[in-house]
Every structure is written in structure tokens, then in C-alpha cells.
């Protein structure tokens, strides 16, 4: 029986929900696991907090062996978290996050979900995180991810009590029990109901774990063996796991393949009890899909005679296997990929240019190819709708057509930043984005694959392919962004009283002649020059820096400094961020074109500092806005460097936790103190360390923080030269900060040491290591868990003359 199959093509801009990469070609053994798959009809909805809490051995398990839909609802992108590989904070490193989890649900074969909620910051407790979160939103959110997956059974990662270890871990087991209930509930959130249905599931239960100190697992408890080993796949769920755990670079999560018998535990939270198993009283069977005996018969019969070196041979009965299952609860989606796959086909529409401005004519190329056998009874015809042209796809012949189409009428912003966001929550209008890991695609090329009687729909976005001389062939994002781009180099800009300050936008074309004019805006009452400037970028991709002068005036002490641009009669707010990591497509970011203006009563003394780069922060870019002489250096160059001509230095965030080159360079620095110099070390985590003898005199780090950012401070040593010397510090210097006062405090001083000031949550008791100073020599060294690394990029002014006190010495 010979099989025709014809290929409509439509290139259009209508969103639609698609993940930004190309058409992946299964192999056999990968063809042969999805057709098992079509067997099971089922799915498993994990929720916890942040990227990298989920179990990824269980999530494996369940996708790859138990076969069931698997999907992960994150509570948050992990905004608010640590930075193992770049200086990217907040919004930045949700991007990096959340694109390190997509990576992960590709390694272990689970879908992936967000709410709305914000990662602000280590939360000590639920009730914290939902004031600050706005738990109606974010329950409402949990409820429409259930009712759209319909899962069967929900798995919680973390209790709902303290032995979660954060508030927003507890949380999110709160979450998941209240989601479950709530799901089910036509009277909650019945605005939903006009696009999905309550939906009931089984149970939820909580996946218990044995985290070092922390083992909450027990033999009573019900169990799951996952360190089964996958001869399709060639590997063991432990290792699969390790693959997609350690795609979270940005959190240093490098994982060890682990292969051999592993066991999970979970015990009942609510639901239906079960007994020795967590889907007891479930069937996974197409049993539950009505009339599917004939649809499980001809399952069988295509798994038993699949032709590992020719699947092309399962083609007929899968055509078939489509037939019967239209209008039915069946995965559609995934039997379409297995046809295709079958048949070797793979498609793909690219753009030739990574970016194109709003409205440009996008040129695309069209490409695909069919690895039939030269022999076979099939053949494929394409024809593309725009011009009505058609061409053969010959067996393992590789075609190519270009084509243009006009781009998107918005730019591709990631939809939970379009807009203004308070502290706890991202705003987001449309419900039918809530939940997506990323964009719905804007510009995307469809597909229509005829074999025999049976239509196949394939939706594929228009991405940017390139050949890197290194890495080889890369496919990113394509890229719509607006006429012009500009950029400011910081987020917040401190003056020193009224003093004038430069201010450099870097404006950046992304179409060919663009002309218009840069109309800065200052708050009220303060001066900026010029108050408009003509710019003319002749061709696409030119830049060009211009200056602005601005001058605090009258008693405004800060605001907001924003950027229009004026093209073509229409008006653009934009700056321009490209976060670019080998690990993760490349994320392109147009932020608001502005930034916070803050006057600062700001005395220096010294001027030379040198700045050893940890894990990464904006520490030193922070200290050049205010007039310090700034010289990076690494561990290397320190042991080489003469240290005298420096006033001051400073090691970057968790310096010693990631550097290698401590040992050569501890000595130099504690000798560098020793005659006179200023030695400031920033927060690093209690363990691993490098080096253990981080000061002169000994002190152990804590896991202790205060995460109430506007928790009372008490000033334990208001004599101490640290308060008082260029600058007074008084409580007031404390007002206006953000996140979280400081992290990873230090206990067990050596009598040498000073504790400077004191602090604590509400209801805990005082914490005194968060910034302490001894003597060494005819120097000074310190150490502090305040967390300027954040403070300083966002402009606090307190916080910017407590850290110039620190840096400072009279001589």
C-alpha cells in the first residue's frame, strides 16, 4: 500500500504555546520508549518552591519508566537566590533559573510549571511568604495548573511545618494540599471554569527525604524503588537524574551519576488512603479511556512487531492507531511526533538574522528532509500556502526555501516581566499564560503533513540558527525588539550630595536608519543636560554612547531617572540586557529604560581599593560610582602584587567557597593587614570552604540570617571608629534597605574580634555576628554577612556609608 504524504506550510504570528527550539529527531530506542508510552494514560503533578528542589530521580521514574505525564509546578523562578556563576541578580537570575529547569524536564522528561509568585528571599517562615506573596493569587494559581494537568496523584516535596527549612518550602506543601482541595471546589476561583473544569485527584502525598541532620523518612512509610535500570535508555534513573540536576550551573549543583537499587519515600497528606503504593486504587491503562479494547489490541501488535532498524515499518498501523483515537482522550500530540519520527522526517523554519526590529520584514528558511529508504512506499509532497508553490521531499534529500514574513507586533519581552511587579508577585493579565515556563511564540511556522487519510499539525517557532567555530550549530530565541534600545549601566545611580554626575546611555539600533530623539526625565527639581538629544544610527546593530549630566537640586533626595525614545513619531521605554551562558539559550531582556537616582551625605577617605572577585556581585562597579579608584584582581595577581599602593581591599561574595588559589593568597593578604592595610571580606556560606582560616583570629560561619530587610539594628559599638569614622552612622542608616539585612552570620569569635552590631526577625533572638572587626597588626581586618551585594546596586545610601566606613582608616 503505497502512502502520500503532502505538507502544507503556514508561517504566522498568532501566539501560540511552543518551546523556543528546534524539531528534536527521536532515535529508535527513543521511538520505541514513546511507543510504550501510548499505553499509559495518566499523569503526577510535583510542587515545590524553587528550581532545584524538585526530586529529579523520582521525576525520571515516573516520566521515563512508569510512563505517566510527569509534570513539575515550581513555585517561584528562584529570583531571589545565590549566583554560583555571574554577577545576575533578581529578574536576571530567574531568567538563568528558569531556563536551567527547562533544560532539566529535557534530560528527565517532565513538564514544567510556574506561578506568579516572586522569589524575594530566604523566608523563615509560611506565613511570611503568603503576606508577602498574596496567597490568594498564588493558591489561584496552583488551582488553575491542576485543574489544566488533571493530575492523578500530587507529590509534595516539603511538609508544612519547620522541618521544611524555609517558609517558602513550607509553603509550597501547603499549597499543594489546599490546590488539591480547592481544585476540586466549583465555588473557588469559578472565573476559571469558563476554560477548564474542576478536577479531582487521588491524593496528595509528601515525598519525605533524608537531607544529612535532617532525616524525616521511616519503614512505616509508603514506598517507590527508582534505581531501575533502562536498557532503551542505556542508563540507570540515579543517573539520568545527576544529568538533570546538574544543568542548575547558576546554583553549583553538580551531581554524581548514582546507579543501584535507590528508594523513595512518601507518606498520605490528603485524599483517598492508600496502601504499600501511592498510586493504589489508579489505573494507568487505557482501560479508563472508553471503547479502547481495539485501541489497546493494536497497541500491542505495533509494540511487539517495532523494527528497531527500520521503525518506518510501524507507520501503517500507527496511521490506523490515529484513526481510532480521534475524538478520544488520547495523547494526540505525542502519537503525531511518533509518526514523524517513524518516517525520518524533520522540519525546521529559521531566521537569518538573530533580531529584527517591530514590523520588519523577517527573512526565514524554510528547511526539512525525509530519511525514507530510497524503496519506500511513501512519499512526500509539500506545499506552501502564501505562494501556492509545491515541491517533492525526496527520500534523504535535504530541502531549503526561503521566505519573508512581517515580525510580531510586540516585542519578545518574557511575559512575567512586561509589566511593573510589586516585592511578592509578577503581574500577569492574561490567564492563559499563568503557568507557563516561557513565552507563548509569537512567530511560528505550521506545518500540515498529509499520510494517506490522516492529517498531522506540527507548530514549530521561528528561531535564529547559527555555526559556532567552538560549539558548532546553535539555535537561540529569535529576537523582536524594539527600533532602539537604551541603556543604562546601572539600575541605580548615587550622587554625593549635590554634586554633578556623568551618566552614560548606550543606545543600540536594531533597524536599518533609525533617527529619533533621547528625552531623559529627572525627578523634580533636579537638572539634567541636555534635555533632549538627536541621535541617527545609520544601520542596524550601531551603537553610540552619549552623555548626560544630571545635578541634584532642591530638597528632592532621590526618584527616578527614565529614558524615552522617540522614533518615528512613536515612543519606546526600553533598555537592552543579554544574559549569554554556554549552558542556556541565550535570554534577551528589554528592561524599563530607567534607573534610581538617589542623594547620598557621602565622606570618602582613601581612594585606592582592590576587589577579588567570588561567585560574582556588583560590588565594585557599586564603589566606582562614588569616586573609589577600583582595580580588579584575581587570587593569581594577588601573590604577585605589591599591596601597599592599596587603601583598602575587598574579597567578593563567597570568595571562599569558590576559588582554588586561596592558599598562595591568604598569607599575602593577612601580611598586608598586618602592616597597615584594610581587609574586608563579604558573606560566604558555612561549607564547603576552600580555606578555613578566613581571618587572623578564629570565627565559625552559621547558616544564621535576618530576612526582615527592615528588621531594628542595634549598634553594639557606637564608639567604634567603623561608626563614626569618615561618616556617622546612626540607626537611620538602615532605613530603605532590600530583601533581607544580611545571610550566613559568624559565631564563636575569638575575643580579638568586635561585634558591631545586633539584629534579629521578629521572635527570634538577637543575632550579633553580621559585621565584625578586630585589629591585626597595624591594620584592620573585617568580616560581614550584611548583605551589600545587594544593598549596593540598589543605591540605600545607609548602606553605602557603612561600607565606606569599613573601607576606611585615619592616618
Known amino acids: 500500500m503505497k502512502f502520500h504524504l503532502y505538507l502544507l506550510l503556514l508561517i504566522a504570528v498568532v501566539p501560540v504555546c511552543l518551546k523556543a527550539q528546534n524539531m528534536q529527531q527521536l532515535n529508535a530506542a527513543e521511538i520505541k520508549q514513546g511507543l510504550e508510552g501510548l499505553n499509559v494514560y495518566g499523569s503526577v503533578l510535583y510542587i515545590a518552591a524553587h528550581p532545584d528542589d524538585e526530586n529529579t530521580r523520582l521525576l525520571a521514574y515516573l516520566a521515563k519508566e512508569k510512563k505517566v505525564r510527569t509534570g513539575y509546578l515550581s513555585l517561584t523562578r528562584g529570583d531571589g537566590g545565590q549566583n554560583l556563576i555571574g554577577n545576575e541578580q533578581a529578574e536576571l537570575l530567574g531568567l538563568i533559573r528558569t531556563q536551567e529547569l527547562l ?46 494537568f488533571q493530575p492523578d496523584v500530587i507529590i509534595a516535596r516539603f511538609p508544612e511545618d519547620g522541618r521544611a527549612g524555609h517558609g517558602h518550602h513550607s509553603g509550597s506543601g501547603i499549597l499543594a494540599r489546599e490546590g488539591f482541595i480547592a481544585a476540586a471546589d466549583p465555588k473557588q476561583f469559578p472565573e476559571q471554569l469558563a476554560f477548564v473544569k474542576p478536577w479531582q485527584a487521588k491524593r496528595v502525598v509528601w515525598n519525605t527525604f533524608n537531607f544529612g541532620g535532617n532525616n524525616t523518612t521511616s519503614d512505616d512509610q509508603l514506598k517507590m524503588e527508582v534505581g531501575a535500570y533502562n536498557p532503551l535508555l542505556g542508563k540507570s534513573y540515579g543517573e539520568i537524574a545527576a544529568e538533570s540536576r546538574s544543568n542548575h550551573r547558576s546554583q553549583g549543583f553538580g551531581s554524581a551519576r548514582q546507579r543501584g537499587a535507590s528508594t523513595e519515600y512518601f507518606t498520605p497528606v490528603a485524599g483517598e488512603k492508600a496502601s504499600g503504593d501511592i498510586f493504589d486504587g ?80 523577517v527573512n526565514v528558511r524554510i528547511q526539512g528532509i525525509s530519511r525514507l529508504k530510497d524503496d519506500s512506499p511513501m512519499s512526500v509532497n509539500i506545499e506552501e500556502i502564501v505562494s501556492g508553490s509545491s515541491f517533492i521531499l525526496p527520500p534523504n534529500k535535504f530541502i531549503t526555501h526561503d521566505r519573508q514574513i512581517k515580525a510580531s507586533s510586540a516585542i519578545t519581552q518574557p511575559y512575567w516581566l512586561e509589566k511593573p511587579h510589586v516585592l511578592g508577585t509578577y503581574t500577569v493579565d492574561s490567564l492563559s499564560k499563568i503557568g507557563l515556563a516561557e513565552n507563548p511564540i509569537g512567530l511560528h511556522a505550521f506545518f500540515r503533513v498529509t499520510i494517506g487519510d490522516q492529517v498531522i499539525e506540527k507548530k514549530l517557532p521561528v528561531v535564529y540558527k547559527y555555526t559556532d567555530q567552538v560549539r558548532g550549530e546553535i539555535y537561540q530565541p529569535l529576537v523582536i525588539a524594539p527600533p532602539v534600545t537604551a541603556t543604562l549601566a546601572d539600575k541605580a545611580f548615587v550622587f554625593n550630595g549635590n554634586e554633578s554626575k556623568k551618566i552614560v546611555v548606550q543606545l543600540r539600533s536594531f533597524k536599518d536608519n533609525a533617527v529619533g530623539i533621547l528625552e531623559p526625565k529627572v525627578p523634580a527639581g533636579w537638572i539634567v543636560s541636555p534635555k533632549k538629544l538627536d541621535f541617527n544610527l545609520s544601520r542596524k546593530g550601531d551603537e553610540q554612547a552619549v552623555e548626560l549630566t544630571i545635578t541634584p537640586a532642591g530638597n528632592t533626595m532621590g526618584g527616578t531617572l527614565s529614558l524615552n525614545v522617540v522614533v518615528e513619531g512613536k ?72 599591596l601597599t599602593g592599596f587603601d583598602a581591599i575587598v574579597t567578593g561574595v563567597r570568595l571562599y567557597n569558590v576559588s582554588e588559589d586561596l592558599k598562595g593568597m591568604q598569607p ?144
Open 571 to 642: 515612543t519606546y521605554h526600553h533598555g537592552l540586557k543579554i544574559v549569554d551562558y554556554d549552558h542556556i539559550p541565550t535570554q534577551t531582556l528589554f528592561p524599563f529604560a530607567e534607573a534610581m537616582v538617589n542623594k547620598v551625605d557621602l565622606k570618602l577617605a582613601g581612594k585606592r581599593i582592590g576587589y577579588i572577585a567570588g561567585a560574582g556581585d556588583l560590588v565594585a562597579e557599586s564603589l566606582k560610582q562614588v569616586g573609589y579608584d577600583v582595580i580588579n584582581l584575581s587570587p593569581a595577581q594577588v601573590i604577585h602584587t605589591d
Open 282 to 361: 489508579i489505573d494507568f491503562s487505557l482501560n479508563r479511556v472508553a471503547g479502547s479494547t481495539s485501541i489497546q489490541q493494536l497497541l500491542k501488535e505495533i509494540n511487539n512487531e517495532y523494527d528497531v532498524s527500520d521503525p518506518s515499518k510501524s507507520i501503517p498501523k500507527l496511521l490506523k492507531l490515529k484513526a481510532l483515537v480521534k475524538d478520544k482522550p488520547f495523547k494526540q500530540a505525542q502519537l503525531d511526533d511518533l509518526i514523524l519520527a517513524c518516517a525520518g522526517i524533520w522540519l525546521e523554519c529559521a531566521a537569518v538574522n538573530p533580531s529584527y526590529a517591530l514590523g520588519e520584514m
Open 103 to 148: 533544560a532539566a524536564r529535557r534530560t528527565d522528561g517532565a513538564e514544567q510549571f510556574f506561578t506568579r509568585a516572586n522569589d524575594f528571599g530566604f523566608s523563615k517562615n509560611p506565613e511570611e511568604s503568603f503576606k508577602i506573596w498574596d496567597k490568594a493569587k498564588i493558591l489561584a494559581d496552583v488551582v488553575w495548573v491542576i485543574r489544566k
Open 668 to 811: 599575602k593578604l593577612m601580611k598586608y593587614v598586618e602592616n597597615g592595610g584594610v581587609l574586608l571580606v563579604q558573606y560566604n556560606v558555612n561549607g564547603p570552604l576552600k580555606l578555613n582560616n578566613i581571618g587572623p583570629f578564629p570565627f565559625g560561619i552559621t547558616r544564621d540570617r535576618v530576612t526582615e530587610e527592615d528588621a531594628k539594628v542595634t549598634l553594639l559599638a557606637p564608639a567604634h571608629s567603623v561608626l563614626n569614622f569618615p561618616n556617622k552612622i546612626t540607626v537611620k542608616d538602615f532605613d530603605g534597605w532590600i530583601q533581607e539585612r544580611g545571610l550566613y552570620f559568624v559565631s564563636s569569635l575569638d575575643e580579638k574580634y568586635t561585634p558591631i552590631l545586633s539584629m534579629n526577625d521578629s521572635g527570634e533572638p538577637a543575632r550579633n555576628g553580621s559585621l565584625i572587626v578586630a585589629d591585626y597588626g597595624k591594620g584592620r581586618f573585617v568580616y560581614t554577612g550584611l548583605s551589600f551585594f545587594r544593598q549596593l546596586p540598589a543605591g540605600v545610601p545607609g548602606a553605602y556609608r557603612l561600607f565606606v566606613n569599613l573601607l576606611s582608616t585615619k592616618k
